[in-house]
Nanobody
Framework: QVQLVESGGGLVQAGGSLSVSCVAS????????VGWFRQAPGQERDFVAA????????YYADSVKGRFTISRDNAKNTVYLQMNGLKPEDTAVYLC?????????????????????WGQGTQVTVSS
């Protein structure tokens, strides 16, 4: 089992940058793919980005491609989401999620149901 805690959210002006982090408990973090999702008030939870267990593969939603970068440091049990060129429509609670992968090599997923563990989220607000 793994527990996830997000941090780094806040208020930023449109066009600005922000980085959010997801720290995981447990000794087998390198066996989890990790995804970032976001949920705005009254909206569905949407996929943002995902990264493979080793960090060698990444996958982005079209809406953030070229603006957001996901990365990880397995020695620190941490996954990062660097967000540049932020827009008001990026405003949401950002949540990280972990997908346990005892057998490596599966394709990264954008589906909520593929992820086994979720954090509580961190608020990102982009003002116009």
């Amino acid at each position: 089992q793994v527990q996830l805690v997000e941090s780094g959210g806040g208020l930023v002006q449109a066009g600005g940058s922000l980085s959010v982090s997801c720290v995981a408990s447990g000794r087998t973090f390198s066996m989890y793919a990790v995804g970032w999702f976001r949920q705005a008030p009254g909206q569905e939870r949407d996929f943002v980005a995902a990264i493979s267990e080793s960090g060698g593969n990444t996958y982005y939603a079209d809406s953030v491609k070229g603006r957001f970068t996901i990365s990880r440091d397995n020695a620190k049990n941490t996954v990062y989401l660097q967000m540049n060129g932020l827009k008001p429509e990026d405003t949401a609670v950002y949540l990280c999620a972990a997908d346990y992968r005892p057998v490596p090599g599966r394709t990264l997923s954008s589906r909520l149901g593929s992820y086994d563990y979720w954090g509580q989220g961190t608020q990102v607000t982009v003002s116009s």
